[in-house]
T-cell receptor, first 111, second 118 residues
Framework: GENVEQHPSTLSVQEGDSAVIKCTYS??????FPWYKQELGKGPQLIID???NVGEKKDQRIAVTLNKTAKHFSLHITETQPEDSAVYFCAASSGNYQLIWGAGTKLIIKP | GAVVSQHPSWVICKSGTSVKIECRSLDFQATTMFWYRQFPKQSLMLMATSNEGSKATYEQGVEKDKFLINHASLTLSTLTVTSAHPEDSSFYIC??????????????FGPGTRLLVL
């Protein structure tokens, strides 16, 4: 079955710098890759997603890139702010509604 | 749009009692909802897939008689933890599948329910 690996498990960056979180997937049939942000004690919040027919998608300070050949996708956050501190999860789906989750990355923004 | 609510947000109960958690899609209809469980500092673990009007599909290792799921309408799914025990204490999160204008599905999550069984 599908397996999603996410790195790093913890990422600490200076406020204003960029943060990059990477995920790899195993099932070549996966065609949908969302990223969720989870703050302490809350449910995951969808921040951006990408489908396999595009290689990059951007929404203000957040961007996601997808390399289908290498089977990896990345989340890029530019000009990081304190409110970006949270746990970020990547996921992959092959269209059957079920999401296969990465282990999560704790992002710490240092003031 | 695409808001999912959960109720209650937290619950404390005695061992042996049953607890019902509601998941509602507030501004859209969801034929499919999911129930997850999350332990501290871990990823989400899918418990079951809930389809409106039919029986839920449980993941391997999840007791269907322990975690009763009902999806009676397109906007409401409930999870009942029967005869709860301390090991059932966890953070339970639901999600609902939203079909947008691009005719593609997206999962939106509820805020979660913290269950503590004493």
């Amino acid at each position: 079955g599908e397996n999603v690996e996410q790195h790093p498990s913890t990422l600490s960056v200076q406020e204003g710098d960029s943060a990059v979180i990477k995920c790899t997937y195993s099932d070549s049939a996966s065609n949908y890759f969302p990223w969720y942000k989870q703050e302490l004690g809350k449910g995951p919040q969808l921040i951006i997603d990408i489908r396999s027919n595009v290689g990059e998608k951007k929404d203000q300070r957040i961007a996601v890139t997808l390399n289908k050949t290498a089977k990896h996708f990345s989340l890029h956050i530019t000009e990081t702010q304190p409110e970006d501190s949270a746990v970020y999860f990547c996921a992959a789906s092959s269209g059957n509604y079920q999401l296969i989750w990465g282990a999560g990355t704790k992002l710490i923004i240092k003031p | 749009g695409a808001v999912v609510s959960q109720h209650p947000s937290w619950v404390i109960c005695k061992s042996g009692t049953s607890v019902k958690i509601e998941c509602r899609s507030l501004d859209f209809q969801a034929t499919t909802m999911f129930w997850y469980r999350q332990f501290p500092k871990q990823s989400l673990m899918l418990m079951a897939t809930s389809n409106e009007g039919s029986k839920a599909t449980y993941e391997q290792g999840v007791e269907k008689d322990k975690f009763l799921i009902n999806h009676a309408s397109l906007t409401l799914s409930t999870l009942t933890v029967t005869s709860a025990h301390p090991e059932d204490s966890s953070f339970y999160i639901c999600s609902a599948t939203y079909w947008g204008t691009s005719d593609r599905e997206t999962q939106y999550f509820g805020p979660g329910t913290r269950l503590l069984v004493l």
